[in-house]
């Protein structure tokens, strides 16, 4: 990870980046990390970050983490515009920005490895990472292993090649490629089931290992289409991926929160993420971070934690 970057050049980057990098990209073990607060090994904290160091934050982390000075954070590097690689290979997106403003305000380093995605939440629950992320809705079934710090809220459209045009509200019958284990998953199969219910044809269901892999089954026309919360699509449309298209409305009861997940006993740094978010929710920060990337519409009034 970098030193913090204006927010044009990191939009600028994302988007001559494009969508193939977000495809193409691979997961690798090692780690990206870099400092973007205190020094690891130390409890002082760094000052010298964009953000102030917010003392009250930082007194709510774990003692272990006071104590490293880093903060261990899983994502998978495939997911534009949340949290990809850029044409140089480095770790950029939302949700990477997001975290280094995080880690100012607590006065600790953000460490970021990339592992591969169905791993993000039980390597979390084991301890192998503090944090992890890649626009991970919160649900039911990940509550039963860890807990969720909303920083955002968004709804699953349907991503298809241009000129192909399918009604969110209607899906009977046609053909979703899906991600093993996303949440998307969930919703296709409930849907498919509400079709059989009502005497229609069920919903074509085709599965893959990992978000890009479902991604190039569309632009390869190995699928029909695949479903993708708004500000993914819309993402894709401004770069290479151009040949695709996201749907105008929405998949009916598919808004969801999405947030950074921590193990579920682990309220002490949920408590301190919370904190952390909400001192640049209210000073405006946040709302201009996300707007940068166009998904504002997405933004909380308040940060909030669920857990089960």
């Known amino acids: 990870m970098k030193n913090r970057?204006?927010?044009?050049?990191r939009l600028t980057r994302a988007l001559a980046a494009g969508a193939a990098v977000m495809l193409l990209a691979t997961a690798c073990?090692?780690?990206?990390g870099g400092s973007t607060g205190g020094d690891a090994g130390t409890d002082e904290p760094t000052t010298g970050g964009t953000h102030a160091v917010n003392e009250?934050?930082?007194a709510l982390l774990p003692a272990s983490v006071r104590d490293s000075g880093t903060l261990k954070v899983a994502t998978s590097l495939t997911w534009a515009p949340f949290d990809y690689k850029d044409e140089n290979g480095e770790a950029t997106g939302i949700e990477i920005g997001l975290m280094e403003a995080v880690g100012e305000v607590l006065g600790v380093k953000i460490e970021v490895t990339d592992i591969d995605w169905q791993s993000l939440v039980p390597s979390v629950a084991n301890g192998r990472f503090d944090v992890s992320m890649n626009q991970l809705e919160d649900t039911e079934d990940r509550r039963k292993q860890a807990q969720f710090v909303h920083y955002y809220k968004d709804s699953i459209a349907v991503l298809t090649k241009a000129g192909v045009d399918?009604?969110?509200e209607n899906l009977c019958g046609h053909q979703i490629a899906v991600?093993?284990?996303s949440s998307q998953q969930g919703t296709v199969e409930r849907i498919s089931q509400e079709c059989v219910d009502a005497g229609k044809e069920a919903i074509k269901v085709e599965v893959f290992a990992e978000s890009a892999a479902t991604i190039l089954a569309v632009q390869n026309n190995r699928a029909e289409s695949m479903l993708m919360g708004k500000a993914s699509g819309v993402y894709l449309q401004q770069t290479d991926a151009?040949?695709?298209?996201?749907?105008?409305?929405?998949?009916?009861?598919?808004?969801a929160l999405t947030g950074l997940v921590v193990e579920k006993s682990n309220d002490e740094l949920a408590a301190a993420l919370q904190a952390a978010l909400q001192t640049l929710l209210e000073d405006g920060w946040y709302q201009e971070y996300l707007g940068t990337y166009g998904v504002e519409s997405g933004a909380l009034e308040e940060i909030t934690i669920g857990k089960g």
């Open 29 to 32: 073990a090692g780690s990206n």
């Open 166 to 168: 399918i009604d969110p």
């Open 5 to 9: 970057i204006s927010l044009n050049t």
């Open 242 to 255: 151009s040949d695709l298209q996201v749907s105008e409305g929405y998949v009916p009861g598919t808004e």
């Open 179 to 181: 991600t093993q284990g």
């Open 56 to 58: 009250d934050a930082r």
